[in-house]
């Protein structure tokens, strides 16, 4: 320690009597001012709405949604956040309901007050919160959900997933120009999801030379498919596309496969999860999926994601994971491009968006809509790997209005 000079100066004080005097005054401003000022805290968080099911029929595509959702929220806020402001995700349970989702969209707008939203959700809950969203002009992004209608609420309403028809067209030229097949059996689900893909597939069927032999349709309910798997065997089809999620698909892949149909089964997005081989186990293997998640992808954003989300969450990523994932990471690029909380200004910026992440590069058209390519996979000793990438812009263009 310096010593202090003590040599006496006018009025009989030390240097360092006056040294210590003005440090001693300079703390008493310093103190002041913090107390005028009232405490120091930090800046408020982003609150970042998030509807979800989390108990029901779609708990599991809930549960990895939300990891997924927060594994993003971890990572930007390790990072510093956006503008130096941390992000929170406020979740509510939506049971994959119509009916629940209403009072969860109005209270994640006038009570939590977030600045944006994001469906971890299906179809029918996401179209109804969607109009709700844009009735507030509170950006609002759908993960996964594949409706059309959900974008055509408004233009504050973003999917950063295929809508149906463009998955369905992508099953069409995966059908008949990769796989060489002409005769299809599809089997159709009797929801928005179901319909929707089997619009798009019979769209495009004549384009790639594909004949539509017949079609099945079955409830959301139904596990036992004897009717209709002793009908498919008969019409002896190249080639199966069947519209389902993996509680539905895994039943109906194995009493095909029981049957002896060792025909391909062509699903998509919603038999993306570890839960369809292990119901389906055995019969899964050969199973093909058009969907957004490359397993074997090289890009650093996909690989990152697919070793993070299975350390986090104990169990491999699927197709809703990195869903959830984009979406947030999609809003946190709008937010920083944005420099503020102003809808007006985010909704321009995702509006604008070019971002890499783990689905792929994503953009939207003036409805709304990703434009990115579709990524096939193929169930190979009990996972999920790559098959092949359709990347036809105009085949998946989506609707603009």
Do not use: C
Request: hydrophobic content about 45%.
């Amino acid at each position: 320690m310096a010593a202090i000079d003590a040599e006496p100066v006018q009025g009989g004080a030390t240097q360092g009597d006056r040294d210590m005097r003005s440090h001693a005054l300079i703390a008493l401003a310093v103190t002041a001012a913090m107390a005028a000022a009232g405490p120091v805290t930090a800046a408020e968080p982003i609150r970042i709405g998030f509807n979800v099911p989390l108990t029901g029929f779609a708990a599991a595509d809930g549960a990895s949604a939300k990891n997924g959702a927060e594994l993003a929220v971890e990572q930007i806020n390790a990072a510093g956040g956006v503008g130096g402001r941390m992000l929170e995700l406020v979740s509510y349970d939506d049971q994959a309901s119509p009916k629940e989702v209403v009072p969860i969209a109005n209270k994640l707008i006038e009570q939590d007050k977030v600045t944006a939203a994001i469906s971890g959700s299906y179809s029918a809950p996401t179209r109804a919160a969607a109009s709700i969203f844009q009735s507030a002009k509170v950006p609002y992004i759908s993960a996964y959900a594949i409706h059309p209608d959900i974008t055509r609420a408004g233009d504050y309403v973003f999917r950063t997933s295929f809508m149906g028809e463009v998955q369905g067209r992508a099953g069409a030229k995966l059908v008949g120009d990769i796989l060489k097949k002409k005769r299809v059996v599809m089997i159709t689900l009797q929801n928005d999801f179901g319909k929707s893909l089997a619009d798009g597939f019979k769209e495009a069927a004549g384009t790639f030379g594909v004949e539509v032999v017949a079609e099945y349709e079955y409830s959301i309910k139904d596990r036992q498919f004897g009717p209709i798997v002793t009908r498919v065997k008969a019409d002896a089809p190249e080639v199966i596309y069947a519209s389902g999620y993996f509680f539905t698909a895994g039943p109906l892949v194995s009493q095909l496969r029981a049957a002896g149909i060792d025909v391909p089964v062509i699903g998509q997005e919603g038999y993306d999860s570890q839960k369809f081989i292990e119901i389906a186990g055995a019969a899964s293997e050969g199973v093909i999926i058009t969907t957004s998640l490359d397993r074997d992808s090289k890009d650093p954003e996909a690989r990152d994601f697919i070793a993070a989300f299975e350390k986090k969450a104990g169990y491999p990523a699927d197709m809703v994971a990195a869903s959830g994932h984009t979406a947030v990471k999609v809003l946190a690029a709008a937010l920083g491009a944005a420099g503020s909380t102003d809808p007006q200004a985010i909704r321009d910026a995702i509006a604008k968006s070019h971002v890499k992440a783990s689905t792929g590069t994503i953009s939207f058209n003036g409805l709304g809509e990703v434009e990115k390519d579709v990524q096939v996979q193929i169930v190979r000793d009990g996972r999920w790997h790559h098959f092949a990438v359709i990347d036809d812009r105009k085949l998946l263009a989506a609707p603009t209005n």
